[in-house]
């Protein structure tokens, strides 16, 4: 009977120290709804910080990494990169003036440490905007915020980056898609490098696409047998008088892509009419 004691009260701590994530998660859910329902800026910035703190406290676990997260998945980002590098968990509130604002929280594991570093995302697009946003390098406290939902890794030498399709609501009369660029330089994150080549031959950070809020515009990614495309609505004014105002824009039934080639992606004009089978079908419709 002792010896049945001794062995119940040694198995005590691990079960007692072991983390319930499934209740982790929805305290973040139950901070992040909250956030969302705040009627003033103010409220929803300050209650935006215990989803934060909910958030780091379940990714001080390991098992952040692997867990499913499935019910969280609904409210916010959750996604890891294809080749288990990192976790980005990332969302958003609309402010009661229409416009967005986004955060971020990258999980990495960090060998020299031997644990996961958390780095956090500030999203400073507000300013960012305001003097040539495609062609400005960042970092995780000057981050373009949005709210990505695919992730491309890619080579360009013996170094690896990440392509980041994103979406941004913007406000109440335009919408944008983004290619963001992303990579890891020691325990740092650095955003947009000047690999993207446009149809003027000048080459971009990031590439940013500014549309009507009433339209829906698609942007993915596209694997073929020799390479990989970025392929996306081609967008157009309602009328011609419009040209130059991106509220205006929307998209014409053509596509346009980004083409991978040594590292860099390539502007390319009708991807489908360069191939033998049309793309049309599976790109036109696009819920985000």
Not at 109 to 116: C, G, H, I, P
Not at 257 to 264: F, I, M, P, R, T
Request: proline share 4%.
């Amino acid at each position: 009977m002792r010896l049945l004691v001794y062995i119940v009260l040694f198995c005590l701590p691990a079960i007692s120290f072991g983390a319930d994530m499934k209740l982790l998660e929805n305290n973040i859910i139950a901070a992040l709804i909250k956030t969302r329902n705040e009627k003033t800026y103010e409220q929803q910035f300050l209650q935006n910080n215990e989803v934060k703190k909910a958030l780091r406290t379940a990714m001080s676990h390991d098992e952040a990494f692997t867990y499913q997260f499935d019910s969280l998945s609904r409210y916010m980002g959750t996604m890891v990169s294809p080749d288990n590098v990192f976790r980005l968990f990332n969302w958003n509130f609309e402010k009661p003036n229409g416009e967005h604002m986004y955060f971020g929280l990258i999980m990495k594991y960090e060998q020299k440490r031997e644990r996961y570093i958390i780095t956090e995302l500030f999203d400073k697009s507000a300013s960012i905007v305001r003097s040539n946003p495609e062609k400005k390098a960042l970092d995780n406290r000057n981050w373009f915020g949005s709210l990505y939902y695919h992730i491309i890794p890619f080579n360009k030498g013996s170094r690896t980056y990440y392509a980041l399709l994103g979406w941004d609501g913007n406000n109440r009369l335009s919408k944008k898609k983004i290619i963001e660029v992303m990579a890891f330089s020691g325990s740092k994150i650095k955003f947009g490098f000047p690999i993207f080549k446009q149809k003027d031959n000048q080459w971009y950070r990031r590439v940013i696409f500014e549309y009507s809020a009433q339209a829906s515009m698609s942007l993915k990614e596209y694997p073929t047998k020799k390479t990989t495309l970025i392929v996306f609505d081609h967008l157009a004014p309602s009328s011609g008088a419009l040209k130059g105002h991106p509220e205006h824009l929307f998209p014409d039934g053509s596509f346009d892509s980004y083409e991978l080639s040594n590292g860099k992606w390539i502007f390319a004009m009708d991807p489908d009419a360069r191939r033998n089978k049309s793309i049309k079908d599976k790109y036109y419709n696009d819920p985000r």
